[in-house]
């Protein structure tokens, strides 16, 4: 079970408790809803997670690396310098 499974998994029993378990035909919107939850929990986690943030850098310079070798790019670069190289195949 990932998290955003448990995150899904909390937000159906909070979900349940409020409606008092009477979801009537609503059992697949309720179970979609609950998914929706998770993502944005998930989102708001990562929003300014330095980690994910250096996870993603280091992506686009492996990419770049691949695609245009020669530019030398670093994680120290912004993200938006990464793109340019990755798309243009120029220095910034």
Known sequence: MDLR???AMAA???LLA???MKTGNADFVIAEATYRFADAMIA???KDDVET???IKQMLVDAINEKHPGLMPSTACTAEH???????GKPF
Do not use: W
């Open 5 to 7: 499974d448990q995150f």
């Open 12 to 14: 159906l029993q909070g």
């Open 18 to 20: 409020n409606l008092g």
């Open 44 to 46: 708001e986690r990562e």
């Open 53 to 55: 943030k250096d996870k």
């Open 82 to 88: 990464l793109i340019f190289k990755l798309t243009t």
